[in-house]
């Protein structure tokens, strides 16, 4: 209880506002790409062995999902006031009345969302977040997100500003099983069926859960549910091999060899949406509206 008091000294102090300490997240699969304002001697704090750091998570209550020996509160987020240290998860599980009012608390149960900037040297594995039907076999929650660029952070694009997202038209799931029966071959040719797109600084995505995508390499800005659910369909990138345990994490145990049950975790016709760009690229540009136009100044709102 008093740890809780010190964080209803800092909600008052701050008018309703806490202060967080910076809260990082290793990838052992990735190469940071070192944009992130993160000394550098400080990439691999956590030892080579976990990964280089290339995310910062915001306001997380969250718990990164990065296999054994990770930390029991490794992405979760802490109230630093005064000397002291609270999670916030404990925290709001405590008085998320006060953080959030009684009416979310009710309805959603806490805080709902997790929001990041990853920032990596290369591309990440074509993957995909698991629905809220199949996330549920696991005791997890289903995976919906979106990105931004933020131009102030990609002032170099690193080895690859592209992502490849969804599936070419016309792709099968035969096509898919082939891929996963080669998983050990190498390269297992998930790529040859996708459609890579250049990403441009100032512009945003909407990726839903099921789809399957492969982040570029520019700083991304990235607000999802608060959930780090994920299977990996790429068995080769950049040379590193991606192990079957990231495609099969969190699928229920029975079927970690039932490719039939993998390939339908996939939300098919959005991955082979022949309009997917259409449907799911947005560009933000400054729209005058009739008030602003009278203060002679701008907003920016998403247009297509």
Not at 50 to 73: K, L, Q, V, Y
Not at 170 to 185: A, F, I, S
Not at 216 to 236: A, I, R, W
Request: aromatic content about 12%.
């Amino acid at each position: 209880m008093a740890n809780i008091n010190v964080v209803k000294e800092a909600l008052a102090s701050g008018e309703g506002i806490v202060r967080l300490a910076p809260c990082w997240v290793p990838r052992s699969f990735l190469m940071p790409g070192g944009r992130l304002k993160l000394d550098s001697r400080d990439l691999y704090a956590y030892g080579a062995h976990r990964g280089g750091i290339d995310e910062r998570w915001f306001s997380s209550t969250t718990n990164a999902a990065n296999g054994p020996g990770t930390p029991e509160d490794e992405g979760l987020s802490y109230i630093a006031a005064d000397g002291h240290k609270v999670l916030l998860k404990a925290a709001i599980e405590e008085i998320g009345d006060e953080f959030l009012g009684a009416d979310v608390m009710r309805e959603r149960g806490g805080w709902n969302i997790l929001c990041k900037f990853f920032d990596n040297l290369g591309p990440i594995p074509h993957h995909m977040h698991q629905m809220e039907k199949h996330a549920k076999m696991v005791g997890q929650k289903g995976k919906p997100e979106a990105y931004y660029f933020p131009p102030q952070y990609n002032f170099t694009g690193n080895n690859f500003p592209y992502t490849f997202m969804g599936l070419e038209p016309g792709t099968t799931k035969d096509d898919v099983h082939k891929c996963l029966e080669r998983w050990n071959e190498g390269d297992n040719g998930i790529l040859y069926h996708s459609k890579a797109y250049r990403l441009q600084p100032g512009t945003g995505w909407q990726i839903d859960a099921g789809i399957l995508h492969a982040p570029g390499s520019l700083v991304t800005y990235e607000p999802q549910v608060n959930s780090d659910v994920f299977g990996m369909f790429q068995s080769l990138v950049e040379g590193r091999a991606v192990p079957w345990g990231l495609l099969v994490k969190d699928v229920p145990e029975e079927y970690h060899h039932d490719l039939d049950f993998i390939i339908g975790m996939l939300d098919w016709d959005a991955n082979v949406d022949p309009e997917f760009a259409s449907h799911r690229l947005f560009h933000p540009k400054p729209v005058r509206d009739e008030k602003e136009m009278a203060d002679g100044g701008y907003s920016e709102k998403w247009v297509t």
